[in-house]
């Protein structure tokens, strides 16, 4: 049975260049052993296996010639595997006929280049359209949607430029806006930033970073760098000669690297530039969405469950916070009376952008969702500790809100 969740599933996916590679596939598809490094050729994808979940960002990260970009030339149907199989929302991409093929790079792929691959004979409004035109979609609707997009990215502007006369940043920006104004789902990067002068490829890191928290796009993303796969991906896939060697999120490859060759790679990464707010964010912490709730009680739950500080939710979004001090001192007094307002940060912000701030508060930190949602909470302890590897194995600090968190609310605690 299709799972809904998966946008892009790879199952035991192989490439070997080779003149040979009629015959290994069907050794491969008989179940047999392969010894990939006596292969006539190049066996550039071994054996990826791993599922995307809709709206993740899936980071591919590995030096030159380690297969990654093989590998996504597979995801969108331009490598045929040797063995193996790509899924895309659960139609099969590898088998499908050359007219399905297309239709679902239409529909449901959008592909940013590291070199743009932009129309030189057309102008950047016409390039951003240019999806929307293959789709035939009517003209008023590409103007709007082209108008749009440019915006979005920052290229309001420079409509009836040509690609020609833009810097390479701009360009670039112009592949974002035409594979955002196509309307599909998944948008696979490959390189799209590595051409790019440091300060410019750092704007449009933030940039994709901002839209997918706002859009909940799935972005399957290749890159050599590892603090841009640290940066970008809500997981991580690191790729060594052809062979995913570890799956993981950025707390998980620093602190638990499947082999030497992570953490050699891991070994000098800027924490505070990698870790977001959500992945260090405190989400065991008590909450209450009563706030007529006594400070006695208060205490009681914050003792109980080990922690200094609850947090007041009004539909799932934080009031504030209760610190247990002010709850011990005045238990008559409600949680009303004692809640701290104090300032939200979005779960993508870098925690080297809040040293400053948890410094000058009394409370923690509060780290919200998109949606405005409670994340989790973060006090001066947790985000010097999130600089450590101990910090970093606590399990609070990089789970999602958890369905049985102590909650009260006006029937009760539950």
């Not at 789902?185 to 901002?210: C, G, H, N, Y």
Request: overall charge negative; charged content about 25%; proline content about 4%.
């Amino acid at each position: 049975m299709t799972d809904q969740r998966v946008a892009v599933r790879a199952s035991h996916l192989h490439k070997v260049f080779s003149p040979d590679e009629a015959r290994i596939g069907a050794q491969l598809a008989r179940g047999e052993t392969v010894d990939f490094d006596r292969v006539r050729g190049t066996a550039a994808v071994i054996d990826a296996d791993f599922e995307v979940r809709k709206g993740e960002s899936f980071v591919v990260m590995g030096l030159s010639g380690s297969g990654k970009s093989t590998l996504i030339r597979m995801l969108n149907g331009l490598n045929k595997p040797t063995a193996g199989t790509v899924e895309i929302n659960g139609t099969n991409l590898t088998d499908a006929s050359p007219q399905d093929v297309r239709r679902i790079r239409r529909d449901q792929i959008s592909m940013v280049f590291q070199h743009f691959a932009l129309l030189p004979h057309r102008t950047v409004a016409a390039n951003v359209a240019y999806g929307l035109e293959v789709k035939n979609a009517p003209k008023d609707e590409q103007h709007e949607q082209s108008r749009h997009w440019m915006e979005r990215v920052g290229l309001g502007d420079v409509g009836d430029k040509y690609p020609d006369e833009l810097s390479g940043g701009m360009r670039q920006r112009v592949g974002l806006a035409r594979a955002l104004a196509a309307g599909t789902d998944i948008l696979l990067m490959d390189e799209a930033f590595s051409a790019l002068d440091p300060l410019i490829r750092s704007d449009l890191q933030t940039q994709l970073v901002e839209l997918q928290a706002e859009l909940g796009k799935t972005v399957v993303f290749i890159t050599h760098d590892l603090n841009e796969a640290m940066k970008l991906g809500d997981r991580v896939a690191v790729m060594r000669s052809g062979r995913i060697v570890q799956i993981g999120t950025a707390p998980q490859l620093i602190t638990e690297p499947a082999d030497d060759y992570v953490a050699r790679f891991v070994g000098d990464v800027d924490r505070s530039r990698v870790l977001t707010a959500g992945m260090v964010a405190d989400t065991t912490a008590p909450q209450v969405t009563a706030t007529d709730t006594t400070g006695a009680e208060l205490a009681r739950l914050m003792t109980e469950s080990g922690h200094t500080v609850a947090t007041v939710l009004g539909d799932r979004r934080p009031l504030g916070v209760v610190l247990l001090q002010d709850a011990e001192a005045e238990p008559a007094r409600t949680a009303r009376d004692l809640i701290l307002t104090e300032p939200t940060v979005p779960r993508i912000t870098p925690i080297g952008d809040l040293f400053g701030l948890a410094a000058h508060r009394r409370g923690p930190v509060v780290v919200v969702d998109r949606g405005g949602a409670l994340v989790g909470l973060l006090t001066q302890d947790r985000l010097l500790a999130a600089m450590s590897d101990e910090g970093l194995r606590d399990p609070a600090a990089t789970s999602r809100p958890s369905t049985d968190t102590q909650l009260l609310g006006a029937g009760g605690a539950r």
